[in-house]
């Protein structure tokens, strides 16, 4: 069962699949997309999909979506507050992934946030789909649209 020798009835994989295709986690990850916006939810989900990384060598794509339908400006006291922007975020993960010891690569599109994720991790052939858990109660959950259609596992972290 567990040991150092070798399997006699093990074969490489080479060749059973055809030209082109593409398995979900054949051998552990190999990809995990990360829904990214500066949160505590996910920043929970990018360090716990950073430690995944690490143990399975694995790569991060790091997503920020902006959704559609967000105001851009946000005023307190007469003063706007802008969001944070694809740029600051980028501070953010180097600062986050310092020393993570995982490859990592940021990316920011605008749009649906589920199904972009799911875009994104369908081109990129990533292997899971890591989000944090939604807080709020008045806006409907990522978590619960990528459990609904995602064709990849999906790690929700709390």
Not at 2 to 29: M, N, Q, V, Y
Not at 105 to 119: H, I, K, P, W
């Amino acid at each position: 069962m567990f040991g150092s020798g070798t399997d006699p009835h093990w074969e490489p994989l080479a060749g059973r699949l055809p030209a082109g295709r593409f398995e979900i986690g054949k051998d552990g990850a190999g990809l995990l997309v990360v829904g990214f916006d500066g949160t505590d939810p996910s920043r929970n989900a990018l360090a716990y999909a950073a430690g995944l990384a690490r143990r399975d060598n694995a790569a991060l794509l790091i997503a920020f979506v902006e959704s559609l339908n967000t105001t851009p400006l946000w005023f307190f006291a007469g003063s706007p507050i802008i969001p944070d922007s694809a740029d600051d975020l980028t501070e953010d993960l180097r600062d986050e992934l310092r020393g993570a010891g995982v490859p990592w690569q940021f990316v920011s599109v605008r749009g649906d946030t589920a199904r972009e994720l799911e875009t994104l991790a369908s081109a990129y052939m990533a292997d899971a789909i890591v989000v944090g858990r939604s807080r709020s109660s008045w806006r409907r959950s990522v978590a619960a649209g990528l459990a609904k259609r995602a064709r990849r596992t999906v790690l929700i972290v709390p």
